[in-house]
């Protein structure tokens, strides 16, 4: 265990971790962008360098060890000076456009600006100009929006190891974009979304069906219901519909999701769910209400039953119900008709 | 799963048989990915060059349907270089000389033949596997889904075990299951032969103990399977049916042969969130609430029981599949009286010992890997660590045998199936995303270059895909991504539906169709 | 009672209701600025304008009567056009504040423009450049954000006597005042909040809950207050289940909110409270708490009697 001290509290903690962990530890905050507890740190953005006595220069919280004895100051005036400085620099060029921004409320750029109280940049603007490109059938990029922290594209190279995206020139004209500036519907991106969910700001954003803001929504956590991964997910709840979802960064998918789990949600509330019981008459399927639905299948199983014995009926629970579900199924047919025949298809 | 997700990124050598693992479990095929960008060797063996065998360091790109040769004579090269881990068969396993009578006969160069994957390749492979400390093998649907499923399924174990790399970290033998609940089902008692937990249903203490549960007489005769059913069904032997949440007209092999079967029936009741090609044939269909609608636990391939929770409310009129069954059976003169998918989850751990010590307060955070036997176990993420359920490890050598249907004269080709990324099983769910129809919205066969220039098509061209037991119109994709004499389908789409194609011969234990593997001809439409 | 349909869905309402209410029964949201329930309305904002069947031209749906058979349509291609306009023009001499403005989250002009996804800059117009009134220790006017709904005008009138803000100037030069102009401190403000309460916008704001925490990271709750028989509305907003801040919501029927109740109530609620004023002689003064409740009389005497 290493002694250090925190804002002027002393703290343990192990060996071997960064300023950055050692401050998640013992819950002070060090706000990051371009930081992800998944990758290396990189260290661009210099939005986390705090102040550590004895040291010539600010140090970056990611990637700096801690040592024994160190003393850290994360919110010193020289610490806030420099945070602020960064900020003013990155809304030089970048557009003011929280009034609309889908990442509105959720935006680590506009939380540090609310934090260090920065309206604006004291620096010549320089916008950025390029097309967002709307080519993917899932997301967007805007470019204008991007601060180049990084993480989209690392993200997709080290953690999705599918390589589309990546950065292009050099200077105040870099970029993120795909092989040749070709738009991401050309190039090798699986629509996986993994790059959106990092996103710091509003640059990758998801397209939206029905428009909310980041505010509106419930996220309620769950299993995803495509494949026997079982990711774990958050499905974004307004006005009693799901709107969206996001990753849950945990066990066992660590903030990973594949295109159904992360977009295709439209099922849910689709128009054409089944909305009432149906019965067939001459052929036709008739609407009907729940006990009409219930006596008739009632009846029906309890004649055959009768008329043939419980072996005469069968039942196909699913891979796709829960374990409640399927559990109740088998119990139903076992101890209520009589019968193990119950099967699903699970070989299927 | 015998071991967990997270350790394949460790793993040393991962060998992948008869999965697609990027499009299947996309999310698994990162953590492949992952483990090859910190320096693991890849082996693939799978009839396509799926993405996968791109980057692998081995591609045994085999023959629909001879698994077994491939892996008997990988076993047989280890044997051969006295590569085997003898302390683990000492230890820890049977019958190992009958295994090393069996492999003796598969040489290489046999195997060549059977498979068509080159002698050396198949040497390689398995000198890469048996070296390694954490070798891993994942496997789905293109091991199982064949006449010869079990068959295929031992050999896999046997090589795992001749190698020693069973309970072990980054190790095991790991099945990807395909549907989000598979597992589960299973697990609860979903089979005609068990009850919950795996616990066969012939077997006297087993029905006791049920009997005691539930309060009524239990069969101790074990039911019907899927296909069973439907043959049965034809016979005029099966009366009813209930089906909750499948779609067999669509994932089903041989689709006539299952409209004949729902048809025949006297009385069909099909529950699901959509008007299924099932559901058309039903006398009632019930609604009922989606995955976002309804609290409960789904168990992933690597075991962990995780919760599902209810984020709006019912679409409709629907109910959750758990609460019109309970209905049903108070009607039937069954009283039961859950409230919540919790009190059937905290009945369901007390007869399921693998669930025993999971509770929904246990897993709100993060779901537990069964076995967990008690309160405070914490969960299992290697199986057979210490030893196998049924002492020591059981060596099943097997024989090759050829799938049920070979290419011929008149059915020239091979015709396998599987998944693509951007579908699931029968599109119930991703037939309604637009942006999922725009990339992939029509059904499509392989063909390779080859193949299509002797037949005269091109890309994109309309052609007739015929088995004995149907024929289908698709569009023509050329490309190497399959070898010449074998095609591919996709088997979503309602349109142009495989499995109007597939065979359905099943495997003798298992049941499982043999949805890999028919003899299909093609022509221009 | 009156029949008439809103897009394309019939309600029979009683006669007297507005477009506006009518709507509201069936669910149909229509934007408004400046209209609230408890005051009496004004139409001067024109966002509620809805298409009414043979009209000549628009409506707006707070201030207009149903008549039987009405057609409506809230959402037409001419409403959306129109409420754009309007918005446009009302950002044209707004400033693009919204990154750190205190008011994003439950601002109405944000929310609207986001609904008809009007953006700053698609009409440059004159700004002000009113200086930001933070002088006294309640209340933060920043009239550079004023768009001219006159809520706050009403709503201060409401109170028997009180009347504290007016109209001022003309044409684009138009403001909310004080009696000559002068600062909150120096005229007859009470600092009851009832104007903050009524704000759209953020014009006016709390000035004891600024800079505590963004609408979307507290989760609100809303009391009563029971100081007094009134039962005004009041919320406590909570930050990682802190109390941050507490501020009035809604005067209850027929009077006013009052300081004493906001004052009051952040002792009531809050974690970390903040040195109460008074006006002592006029003049705001920080002041005890006993003093600033008005239990310094009772206090004394109860020391008093102890001896
Ligand atoms: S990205 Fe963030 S700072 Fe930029 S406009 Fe959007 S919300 Fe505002
Ligand atoms: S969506 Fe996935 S594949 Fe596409 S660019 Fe983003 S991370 Fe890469
Ligand atoms: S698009 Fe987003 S994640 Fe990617 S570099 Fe820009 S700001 Fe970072
Ligand atoms: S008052 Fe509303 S529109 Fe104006 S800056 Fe504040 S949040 Fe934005």
Known sequence: ?348 | ?525 | MITLTINGKKIRVASGTTILGAAQKLGIDIPTLCYDPMLEVYGGCRICVVEVEGAKSLMAACATQVQEGMVVYTESEKVIKARKEILALLLANHPNDCLTCEKAGVCKLQEYAYRYDVKFGQIDGERHNYELEDSNPYIVRDMNKCILCGKCVRTCAQVEGRKVLTFAYRGFKTKVTTAFDKPYEDSDCAFCFRCVAVCPVGALKDKRASGKARHWEVSKEEFTCTFCDYGCKFEVARKHGKAVYVTPKAPSEGRPLCLKGKIGNELKYLDDVETPYIRVEGKLEPVSWAKALGLEEILYKIETEKR
Not at chain 2, 156 to 173: D, R, T, Y
Not at chain 2, 433 to 455: C, F, R, T
Request: hydrophobic fraction near 35%; include cysteine; aromatic fraction near 8%.
């Open chain 2, 1 to 525: 799963m015998t071991n967990s997700i997270a350790e394949i990124e460790d793993a040393e050598v991962i060998f992948i048989i008869g999965s697609n693992t990027t499009e299947n479990h996309p999310v698994i095929g990162t953590f492949v990915k992952r483990a090859k960008n910190k320096g693991a060797k890849i082996i693939v063996a799978d009839p396509r060059e799926i993405e996968l065998a791109k980057l692998s360091d081995v591609f045994m790109q085999l023959k629909p349907g001879t698994n077994v040769a491939l892996l008997n004579a990988m076993m047989n090269v280890i044997i051969e270089e006295n590569l085997q881990d003898e302390e683990f068969i000492k230890e820890r396993c049977e019958n190992y000389d009958e295994l090393k009578e069996v492999v003796k006969d598969y040489t290489p160069e046999k195997a060549e033949v059977i498979t068509g994957v080159k002698a050396d390749l198949i040497r390689e492979a398995a000198r890469i596997y048996a070296k390694a400390d954490k070798a891993c093998i994942l496997y789905a649907m293109g091991v199982t889904q064949h006449a010869t499923g079990t068959e295929n399924v031992y050999s896999i174990a046997n090589l795992a075990m001749l190698c020693g790399k069973l309970g072990k970290e980054s190790c095991g033998v790991n099945p990807l299951r395909g549907q989000n609940n598979v597992q589960g089902a299973c697990d609860m008692g979903g089979l005609p032969d068990v009850f919950p937990g795996y616990q066969k249903v012939h077997i006297k203490e087993n029905v006791e103990k049920f009997e005691k549960a539930w309060g009524v007489k239990l069969s101790d005769k074990p039911g019907l399977t899927v296909s069973e059913m439907f043959h049965e069904a034809i016979k005029g032997k099966l009366k009813a049916l209930y089906i909750m949440g499948e779609n067999p007209v669509i994932s089903d092999p041989d689709t006539k042969h299952v409209i004949e079967a729902l048809e025949k029936l006297e009385f069909l009741v099909v529950q699901d969130i959509f008007l299924t090609e099932t559901a058309q044939y039903a006398d009632v269909v019930l609604p009922a609430a989606s995955f976002a609608e309804k609290d409960g636990t789904f168990t992933n391939t690597e075991r962990r029981v995780q919760r599902v929770r209810k984020a709006i409310n019912n679409v409709g009129q629907s109910k959750a599949d758990w609460e019109i069954i309970v209905d049903i059976m108070n009607r039937m003169g069954y009283k039961c009286s859950y409230k919540s998918a919790r009190d059937i989850f905290d009945e369901l751990a007390k007869v399921t010992p693998q669930y025993a010590g999971i509770d929904y307060d246990r897993i709100e955070n993060e779901g537990i890997q069964w076995p967990c036997p008690t309160k405070d176990h914490p969960g299992t993420k290697i199986l057979h660590k210490d030893k196998f359920a049924r002492g020591k490890g059981l060596f099943k050598p097997t024989k090759y045998r050829t799938s049920a249907e070979q290419p011929d004269d008149e059915y020239p080709f091979i015709l396998t199936t599987g998944r693509i990324l951007y579908h699931y099983h029968t599109m119930t769910m991703t037939g309604k995303n637009e942006g999922l129809m725009k990339i992939a919205g029509e059904s499509y066969v392989e063909i390779n270059p080859m193949d299509a220039k002797k037949y005269g098509i091109s890309d994109g061209d309309l052609v007739e895909v015929t088995s004995r037991r149907g024929s289908v119109r698709v569009k023509a994709k050329i490309t190497d991504v399959v070898n010449e004499g074998v095609v591919f389908m996709p088997f979503h789409y309602a349109d142009g539906s495989a499995n109007v194609l597939t065979n359905t011969a099943y495997d003798e234990v298992t049941k499982e169709p043999e949805l890999k593997v028919c003899a299909v001809r093609i022509k221009k439409a």
């Open chain 1, 1 to 348: 265990m290493l002694k250090i001290k925190i804002n002027g509290s002393e703290f343990e903690v192990k060996k071997g971790l960064t300023i950055l962990e050692a401050c998640k530890e013992v819950g002070v905050e060090v706000p990051t962008f371009c930081h992800d507890d998944r990758l290396k740190p990189s260290g661009t953005c210099r939005i986390c360098v705090v102040e550590v006595e004895g040291a010539r220069n600010l140090m970056a919280a990611c990637s700096t060890p801690v040592t024994d004895g160190m003393v850290i100051w994360t919110e010193s005036k020289k610490v806030v000076d420099a945070r602020k400085e960064i900020l003013n620099l990155i809304l030089a060029n970048h557009p003011l456009d929280c009034l609309t921004c889908e990442k509105s409320g959720e935006c680590k750029l506009q939380d540090l600006c609310y934090k260090y109280g920065i309206k604006g940049s004291t620096f010549k603007p320089n916008k950025k100009e390029y097309d967002v490109d709307e080519s993917n059938e899932f997301y967007y990029s805007d470019p204008n929006k991007c601060i180049l922290c990084g993480k989209c594209v690392r993200v997709c190279n080290e953690l999705q190891c599918t390589g589309a995206i990546g950065f292009a020139q050099r200077g105040i004209k870099t970029h993120v974009t795909t092989p040749f500036d070709k738009g991401i519907a050309n190039s090798t991106c699986v629509s996986c979304g993994n790059c959106v969910a990092v996103c710091p700001v509003g640059a990758l954003m998801p397209k939206k069906k029905m428009k909310y803001r980041t505010w509106e929504v419930k996220k309620v956590r769950t299993t995803c219901s495509y494949c026997g991964v079982g990711c774990q997910l958050y499905l974004l709840v307004k006005d009693d519909k799901v709107v969206g979802v996001e990753p849950y960064f945990g066990e066992p998918n660590r903030g990973l999701l594949c295109v159904k789990g992360r977009f295709a949600y439209n099922f849910i509330n689709h128009k054409d769910r089944l909305k009432t019981p149906l019965i067939k008459k001459n052929g036709k399927f008739e609407e009907a209400t729940w006990e009409e639905a219930y006596d008739y299948i009632v009846g029906r199983l309890t004649e055959i039953k009768e008329k043939y014995g419980p072996d005469s009926i069968a039942g196909l629970t699913s891979a796709r119900c829960t374990n409640e579900e399927n559990y109740i199924m088998q119990k139903f047919m076992r101890a209520v008709i009589g019968t193990n025949n119950i099967d699903h298809c699970a070989r299927l």
